[in-house]
């Protein structure tokens, strides 16, 4: 028997658009699905069906009342969903699917990077080719935007949901666990992750000898609902699961490399296997390859592409673009969003991202401010931070105003206390050998000098100058 989703299965769009704060360079359609919570048969429609035969297992509700089909990866109603272009990011992805493949010891992954490094798209890259290489996986998906997935709460839930896809056998087992306990979902994630380790002895007998099963958790960082609590409570309870005895799982997970994450990770009993999405991967060669694949892309297929010159766009063009993507890929595919808008004349618009054409409305950084004024409204100590950007972005001499302000700066501010700011604002900047402020984004220096797009970020460095002089003057 077939029965029509509960309305509360269906995928629903959030109501903020559904960016994620990794690069997008490529839309997909969103998947049509139809997910069948209490009936005897259960047959998803889209990208990956599955038909189950199961005697009815209404105990399972509970379940299904908590499953997150946008946290899915092409089951929710995500039209944006980005991959890595073709070509592009393939060291890392080989480093991810050789863990996979069973290179090394270690049965967690983690891969970290700072905004806009592209860690989602991975992360989809991974997943998908996981499913064409015959690799089974189950992901969740955080974005803070979306409430049916910025919590840890419907995390297991959404997990044993796409694990009953896999394999159908589980569900009398787990039908069982819930009829004896049907409020386990509300008690600890380590209480629910139990639900998971009932299914050791089921699944390895739908396995090759010895072959893992992979969950993949993309964007903790992005869980913002007690993010201290629910962060660390599912790195530990994940980690117990996959380091149990004749456990099949392994955890694959891709966040920011914020403090209180690098922390969870530290405090492990097991170690993690991580990367972090440096320069030591060389994105600037992916990045030429999507911009130069963008611009090729839209003098095809652009409405206005018989107005477009033969040699445009010119290779200084192109290299501003990548120069000022500073190795992350957010910004490149902000822009060449930006220009290749049916709406808009590239040439017009690459003038406007270039700045030498004013823009009214529509800025093409808009996503990109939206990361920065993020990151930077979430910092405890706004007038330190403000100090810091500041003398980041005073130019270096060594005429005695300078030498008076860098003496302001050492006097005010200790290492341990610039460390301390830093850390907070660790997806956008970072502390080189030295102890010496570097942005990740050169862009960000574009941002905080323009007060129309920073707002209340603004970064007046005459202002701040002016203050320091006042302040140095004044008796101690």
């Given amino acids: 028997m077939e029965v029509n989703i509960p309305r509360h299965l269906q995928p629903t769009m959030s109501n903020r658009p559904t960016e994620d704060f990794d690069y997008q360079m490529a839309s997909s359609n969103a998947a049509h699905t139809s997910v069948f919570a209490n009936a005897n048969g259960v047959r998803i429609e889209g990208n990956f ?67 806009g490094g592209g860690k989602t798209a991975i992360m989809k890259t991974v997943t998908e080719r996981a499913a064409k290489r015959g690799v089974p996986t189950a992901n969740f998906f955080f974005f803070r935007g979306d409430s049916s997935r910025n919590s840890a709460h419907p995390v297991v839930a959404t997990l044993l949901y796409q694990l009953f896809r ?39 007998q739908s396995l090759p000898a010895g072959a893992p099963i992979f969950i993949l958790i993309d964007g903790l960082d992005e869980c ?36 209180r994450i690098q922390m969870i990770f530290n405090q492990l009993p097991s170690t993690a296997c991580s990367i972090f999405l440096g320069k030591k991967y060389s994105p600037q060669n992916d990045i030429r ?75 093409p950084f808009a996503n990109l401010d939206s990361i920065y004024t993020f990151i930077l409204g979430r910092v405890s100590d706004a007038d330190a931070m403000r100090d810091i950007l500041s003398m980041k972005m005073v130019p270096r001499s060594l005429n005695l105003s300078d030498m008076q302000l860098l003496s302001w700066y050492n006097s005010r501010y200790n290492s341990a206390l610039i460390e301390s700011c830093v850390s907070e604002l660790s997806a956008i900047i970072k502390l080189d050998e030295d102890g010496y402020v570097q942005f990740y984004h050169a862009s960000l220096d574009d941002f905080l000098r323009d007060q129309a797009r920073s707002g209340p970020y603004w970064i007046d460095v005459d202002a701040f100058r002016a203050k320091v002089l006042v302040m140095s003057q004044q008796p101690t």
């Fill in 49 to 115: 069906t599955a038909n189950i035969n199961t005697p009815s297992k209404s105990s399972l509700e509970v379940l299904y009342q908590r499953v997150s089909p946008n946290a899915i990866l092409n089951i929710g109603g995500r039209g944006e969903d980005a991959r890595c272009h073709p070509g592009t990011r393939e060291e890392v992805i080989g480093l991810m699917e050789r863990w996979m493949d069973g290179a090394g010891n270690n049965r967690i992954f983690w891969m970290s990077g700072p905004a």
């Fill in 166 to 204: 896999l394999y159908p056998s589980c569900l009398d087992i787990a039908a069982k666990l819930f009829a004896e306990s049907p409020r386990i979902l509300d008690e600890s994630m380590e209480e629910q992750c139990k639900l998971i380790s009932a299914l050791f002895p089921i699944i390895p």
């Fill in 224 to 259: 913002d609902v007690e993010a201290d609590r629910s962060q660390r409570d599912i790195l530990h309870a994940f980690e117990r699961l996959v380091m149990k005895d004749h456990s099949p799982f392994r955890l694959l997970v891709a966040s920011r490399q914020e403090p």
């Fill in 289 to 363: 390859i999507f911009v130069q694949a963008e611009f090729d892309t839209l003098k095809v297929s652009h409405p206005s592409k018989g107005s477009l010159p033969s040699a445009w766009p010119s290779s200084s063009d192109v290299d501003a673009i990548i120069a000022k993507s500073s190795g992350q890929f957010i910004y490149a595919a902000t822009v060449m969003r930006y220009i290749s808008h049916p709406s808009i004349v590239p040439t017009l618009g690459l003038e406007r991202v270039m700045g030498f054409v004013p823009v009214v409305n529509n800025s």
